[in-house]
């Protein structure tokens, strides 16, 4: 089994930083990609960005976040992380980390608040 704990949640002023955490453990070894992926009020979850989890390359990222946000890992740490810059109210939201062996998103964190004041 593989477990996912998200951290580095919080309050932070519209146009602030933060970066998340995903610390990754247990069997790790199938995971290929992982990912991140949010839940505002009242809105369904959305993907936000996910990376190759070995080699660290075709990182994705959705329109709302490109240019703000950078996903990264470090695998000796086993964790991902989620640097998120110029935030908006918009991106209010609990943020879950995910990994995926295959075309499924298999295991899930239980998720990290992020709430952006305007």
């Known amino acids: 089994q593989v477990q996912l704990v998200e951290s580095g949640g919080g309050l932070v002023q519209a146009g602030g930083s933060l970066t998340l955490s995903c610390a990754v453990s247990g069997s790790s070894g199938s995971i290929t990609r992982m990912g991140w992926f949010r839940q505002a009020p009242g809105k369904e979850r959305e993907f936000v960005s996910s990376?190759?989890?070995?080699?660290?390359?075709?990182?994705l990222y959705t329109d709302s976040v490109r240019g703000r946000f950078t996903i990264s890992r470090d695998n000796a740490k086993n964790t991902m992380f989620l640097r998120m810059n110029s935030l908006k109210a918009e991106d209010t939201a609990i943020y879950y980390c995910?990994?995926?062996?295959?075309?499924?998103?298999?295991?899930w964190g239980k998720g990290t608040l992020v709430t952006v004041s305007s």
């Open positions: 990376i190759l989890w070995w080699s660290g390359g075709s990182t």
């Open positions: 995910a990994g995926r062996r295959e075309s499924l998103w298999d295991y």
